[in-house]
């Protein structure tokens, strides 16, 4: 029997998405559950019998799962194709995303990336192979289609098909709500924004040109849509579902400096709560091939953006056989030019001259610069051997001795999945190469990482809105929202799910140690005291015994530091507090990494 959508009760479950141009892991949320709900309440389902739960959710309550058991439809979304390390959420396992069509009593539909294939573990160094994980249908095409289609259908069927962008422009709005939904909505939420799909090469490893070449929405579309998430409590974006933000708007190739413009303000001024607005993926290609074009769009991104972007580049491999082999779009020495022109057109920082970047050391303004590059590096690529590991180890050495910035370094194993060239070669090297892909790794992180690290965030540099998320070993640890944000550990068990404006004091490979900024001379922990630097334990148990002050030069002084000042301030409303015992409290620098 042919059911009304109005009768319908449906439960999407967000099993998370990393994709090469696409990312959906808390506290991302990714277009897919956005979309499909919007698909939902198109084909008539009323959005109050709409549910949306994320993996993480029904892990920590598992009484949730009578939602996905009770449904007439259990969407599931889902799926990694360029593994990470998350610490917002965790992807759900192949065996949890079957353990849920298990325990649906419902129709139960599969959909999102995980149709490209799934392997033993979400994990690099594998072999994906396609399979329906038990639901009654598979999206081979694009899932929130197949939900609208099914729901028309009366949950009998549909056919396979691929959505069109009148139909996105209407699901994103419709679909908006339910970021409601969310359990860290409204404080601790990144929405992730499609401006495009497909791409216009064909890398032999990668899934993005399964969707196709590219196809461009208008500003309007993507403005009406943030202008929609607005209106639901969402404050931070990210303008990450297109292959290179540089092509958005033209041929595909080509930048279109006026259309990037007209995207850029457009948010600006339907969200004027904006607090984070950041991309992801930019073609050094791109680049190269226009510089003069790319250098206009560069320059109007950051004049958009929030500080702490990051330009994802694919350079992959900076050995050549390797390129030859697998398609690859520039050399290691086209991509470090690519670099130099990100660095000087966006890498200045906030107070500072625009088109002055690259800055670091004393003369560096205490925020991060607008907009930087980061490299992505991928092993176990048909062709490669071990000078694969030298070559480029010798790009990144040579960004560093030209005094160029990078925000990140992302290296990893590739996975080989059907209907990509990999799919000939499988992940056979990178598993031969693992143990010394780990060693180089590590190499990496000592030689590159912290050196880069400590010139990107020099000394006193604020980073506002940290959000703290967990404790270790006596330490809270937060990061703010936006593109690969850093990790932040700051001395001392602060309270929870709060935003707090920091300034680093010390740096990990990836991570930086952070006191609260400003840090208030009257009341600040021996712990925060001494991860300042150059105050140690004497100098802070100094600091302690000669409170109250009534100025901040008045507990520099005591310190012996006048440099200090750019940490500290002094709240006189606090002066009465006791003098505290410093020998009561124990601590050392943090080292968050």
């Known amino acids: 029997m042919t059911r009304d959508p109005a009768g319908v009760a449906v439960t999407i479950v967000d099993g998370y998405v990393d994709e090469p141009a696409h990312f959906g892991v808390p506290p991302y949320v990714s277009t897919y559950p956005r979309y499909t709900a919007g698909a939902l309440v198109d084909a008539g389902v009323p959005r109050d019998q709409i549910v ?32 990470g390390k998350y610490v917002g959420g965790t992807p759900a396992e192949p065996d949890e995303v079957r353990e849920l069509a298990w325990t649906a009593d419902g129709t139960t539909l599969l959909g999102g990336p995980v149709r490209f294939g799934v392997g033993e573990e979400n994990a690099g160094a594998q072999d994906m192979q396609r399979d329906d994980l038990d639901y009654d249908f598979v999206s081979m095409g694009d899932v929130e289609a197949a939900a609208h289609d099914l729901v028309e ?32 909505h409204p404080e601790y939420i990144i929405a992730e924004l499609e401006t495009s799909r497909g791409c216009a090469y064909r890398c032999s490893f990668c899934t993005e040109p399964m969707y196709g070449d590219p196809d461009f929405r208008s500003p309007p579309d993507v403005v009406g849509e943030v202008d929609a998430l607005s209106d639901h409590g969402v404050t931070d974006f990210r303008i990450g579902r297109q292959a290179d933000i540089l092509a958005y708007g033209g041929d595909g190739e080509a930048p279109n400096p006026t259309a990037l413009r007209s995207l850029y303000a457009g ?9 984070t607005l950041h991309l992801d993926n930019m073609n050094p290609v791109t680049i190269v091939d226009y510089p003069e074009r790319s250098r206009e769009a560069i320059r109007t991104i950051a004049e958009y953006n929030t500080p702490g972007d990051t330009a994802a580049f694919g350079l992959e491999s900076a050995d050549p056989v390797v390129r030859e082999e697998n398609n690859l779009l520039v050399s290691a020495e086209e991509c470090l030019e690519a670099v130099r022109v990100v660095n000087e057109a966006a890498g200045w920082r906030p107070g500072e001259h625009p088109g002055d970047g690259p800055t670091f050391g004393d003369d560096a303004t205490r925020r991060l610069p607008k907009l930087l590059p980061g490299i992505n590096l991928v092993h176990g690529l048909a062709g490669e051997r071990e000078e694969t590991f030298e070559h480029n180890r010798q790009f990144l050495r040579d960004v560093l001795d030209e005094g160029l910035l990078l925000r990140r370094v992302n290296v990893r ?8 060239e990999m799919d000939e070669t499988g992940a056979e090297i990178a598993r031969e190469h693992r143990d010394q892909f780990k060693q180089y790794k590590r190499e990496l992180r000592e030689e590159i990482d912290r050196p880069m690290l400590e010139r990107v965030a020099p000394p006193g540099t604020v980073l506002p809105d940290v959000y703290t ?24 068990e602060l309270p929870l799910g709060e935003r707090i404006d920091t300034a680093v004091v010390d740096w990990g490979y990836r991570s930086v140690t952070a006191v609260p900024y400003p840090l208030d001379a009257n009341a600040a922990s021996m712990t925060q005291l001494t991860a300042l630097p150059g105050v140690n334990r004497g100098t802070a148990g100094d600091l302690v015994v000669g409170r109250p002050y009534d100025t901040v030069r008045e507990a520099t002084a005591v310190a012996g530091d006048d440099d200090l000042a750019r940490f500290l301030a002094v709240d006189t409303t606090a002066a009465s507090v006791p003098h505290a015992n410093p020998a009561a409290e124990r601590g050392k620098p943090v080292d968050a990494d």
Do not use: C
């Open 413 to 420: 194993q590739v996975m080989a999945f059907e209907g990509t």
């Open 52 to 83: 949306y739960h994320t993996i993480d959710e029904l892990r920590s309550d598992p009484r949730k799962r009578g939602d996905v058991a009770d449904a007439d439809l259990l969407v599931y979304v889902g799926g990694i194709t360029v593994p």
């Open 267 to 275: 948010i600006r001024e339907v969200a004027p709560d904006l607090r």
């Open 469 to 492: 998320e967990y404790h270790e070993d006596g330490t809270t640890f937060g990061r703010q929202l936006g593109t690969y944000p850093l990790l932040v550990g700051l001395p001392g």
């Open 153 to 184: 259908n009366g949950l009998e069927g549909y056919t396979d098909r691929i959505r069109d962008y009148d139909e996105v422009d209407r699901w994103s709005n419709l679909g908006a709500f339910v970021v409601e939904q969310h359990p860290d």
